[in-house]
């Protein structure tokens, strides 16, 4: 038993495929006693509206893209998963930016929601991840493997863990990106090498608006699934 | 009637499945390899139905029994191989499925149709990804083959014209774009390109020094304000 001499009551937030077999899987841990699942944002505003159970020792939120209100933030210890080694990468698309900048191995980090800043809450423990993968679905799948990893190891060691502030002064802030930043020119093309197309190609196919090149008439050629083999098949 | 399908994809096992029905087919054999094929008494089987077979019959073969196939042509241009590959790349979008009748002609380029003879047709619409190509070719086998075998054997054959043109079948090689080939291309025929080759042909790839970038599936969007 550890510290607070029962197990730990936890909340679950989160929705997309990979955060729900992240939840499936921690949730058997046996230090945890799960009091809710919350799998959307109305069954999440219903919840606050009527206010969190006094018991509940943490809120986790997986793969959440809502902003948790200060009300919540501030009653209650709120953590978070975010797939970068921050304070790098920190705000919108981070797998995304990461893969487009040629980062091959990074991190999962578990930090508390912050209400002041985007991502820049105290962090608890990270593991690596790796950004390895033809397609979202394979990456997606690395992160809820190191995810799961990450939360059983903070479920085993809570509450003896103390988490640290981050550096934000030494880290990086990206914005979510948008439909246009998947475009590039035709003309464009050469500044390219094809191990960038392959980056951008696999981080950015379904459910992500898909990697596409656009000629001066405006049509537009999506490439939806590809493969990278390099001539020294090490990289 | 006694038929022999010679069959070895999985489209073509469905194609199969289906045309074995058929009311005036009284007994079949599914064959799956040449070798198989040469091993059988021919005397006692009636008619070949050949589906998705990339192999020629041979002279023994189609000497000695009726033999049918399907092409995916508007035949003679695309009557050398790789027929929906060709089509694509050249831009066309409607094309024919016809039932042809095998010949051997040991001086003759064109896969298995050498006599230039078609009985039933149907459209094929070329447009779209491979997937929606082939199930629409897997549809249209199975109802050429069926309107075969309900005029059999009452059969009105025709000759398509022969043209001098010839496409020679693609080889996996094909399947390469230079980064220089693609600067020459527009969106449209890039797209042409890749999706001709997507699954289950060698995909699409452009090589540089560092590495080959195969493109296995791809959309377009016309802007047709523009266009």
Redesign the interface.
Known sequence: MNQIGRKINVIFCGYRDWALSVIDNVIKHPNINCIGIIKNFDNYRTQEKNGFDDNVDIILFIGWSWIVPKETTSNFLCLGIHPSDLPNYRGGSPLQHQIINGIKKSKVTLMTLSEKELDAGDIWMKTNLSLRGDNVRQILKNVSKSSIKLLTEFFNKYPDINPEKQKIEFGSYFKRRSEKDSRIYFENIEDFTLLDIYNNVRCLTDPYPNFYIEDSDGNKLYLKKVEYISAKNND | MNVIFLSYRDWALRVVSSVSKHAKISTFLVCKTHEELVQLDLQKFDLIISIGWSEELGEKVASNISAIGVHCAELDRYSYGTPIQLQIMDGITRTKHRVFSFTYDPNSYRAHTHNRLYSHEVDLDLSGNMADILLQMEKTSVVLFNRFLDDFPKIKWKEWPEEKIVRFKRTPKDSLLT?ED??KM???D??NFFRALEDPYP?GY??????????????????R???
Do not use: A, C, M, P
């Open positions: 980064k693609l600067l527009n969106t449209n890039l797209y995909n452009i090589e540089d020094k560092f590495g080959r970038l195969y493109i296995q599936k791809v959309r377009y969007e016309s802007n304000k523009k266009n």
